[in-house]
């Protein structure tokens, strides 16, 4: 079984349309190259009961949750209190984040900076060695900012942490349309019903009209299934195959 995640996206920003999530995108990419299943993707606005309903509900059902957003020293950065309030645990000022801030800022520390030191009780602190502002880590709870440069720091410093065994991807892209070759996969995934079979229309490519994924954490398995499809479809309807 793969390791399961979630990711909750935090922010009326992006609920306005005011801010594009691509943070969402860069960790199913990421989580998926490392062999993990991404199950769900949430967008929720900064409410802090929300934050810390939805975060626990991810924390049961998935082995890792990553949220993004709502973090830093402005009114609506709530996501530390959700959590915390979810988990029904207080805010405390972490003594590490504390010293950090008030190293870099020196004189100009205020209360507003020392906002982004406060992290719910129980917090681990992941990256420390790595990154002047680590990783804030509750439970099996990855909490992110919300800014995609600095996630993405932040996590290319943690992710070989959630390294599982990995998939296996084999692509076929079609010269016929879906509705050629639906009758072709319906039956493949008869023989190989654990098979993750995906079929993605193109519609600006005049090469090809579909782009055909199969994939598996089982080579083998994957192999057989990948086998099957080629030697029963036709041999001019499949334009080219990629594997890896």
């Known amino acids: 079984m793969s390791k ?13 349309g005011k801010t594009q999530d691509t943070n969402s995108h860069f960790l199913c990419q990421e989580l998926r190259s490392l062999g993990v299943e991404v199950r769900r993707i949430l967008v929720i606005p900064d409410e802090i009961e929300l934050i810390g309903k939805e975060a626990v509900a991810f924390s049961r059902k998935f082995d890792l949750v990553f949220t993004t957003g709502g973090v830093g020293p402005t009114h609506d950065d709530v996501t530390i209190a959700g959590i915390a309030r979810g988990f029904g645990v207080e805010v405390i000022r972490h003594p590490d984040l504390e010293r950090r801030l008030r190293d870099r800022h020196g004189a100009n520390i205020n209360e507003a900076r020392l906002r982004m030191a406060e992290v719910p009780a129980g917090a681990e602190l992941i990256g420390v060695e790595s990154l002047y502002a680590p990783v804030v880590k509750l439970a099996n709870i990855y909490i992110l900012p919300g800014i995609p440069k600095i996630m993405r720091e932040r996590f290319q410093v943690i992710r070989e942490s959630f390294r599982d ?6 692509v076929i892209y079609m010269k016929e349309g879906e509705g ?40 083998v398995y994957l192999k057989r299934a990948f086998e099957e499809l080629i030697g029963s479809l036709p041999p001019e309807a499949i334009h080219k195959v990629e594997e890896n």
């Open 4 to 16: 399961t995640a979630g990711i909750i996206i935090i922010g009326n920003e992006v609920l306005s």
């Open 165 to 170: 065994s990995p998939f296996y991807l084999k």
């Open 180 to 219: 050629f070759i639906a009758s072709y996969l319906n039956r493949l995934l008869e023989h190989f019903p654990d098979l993750l079979l995906g079929s993605y229309p193109v519609l600006d490519n005049l090469e090809y009209k579909v782009k055909v994924t199969l994939e598996s954490k089982d080579r």
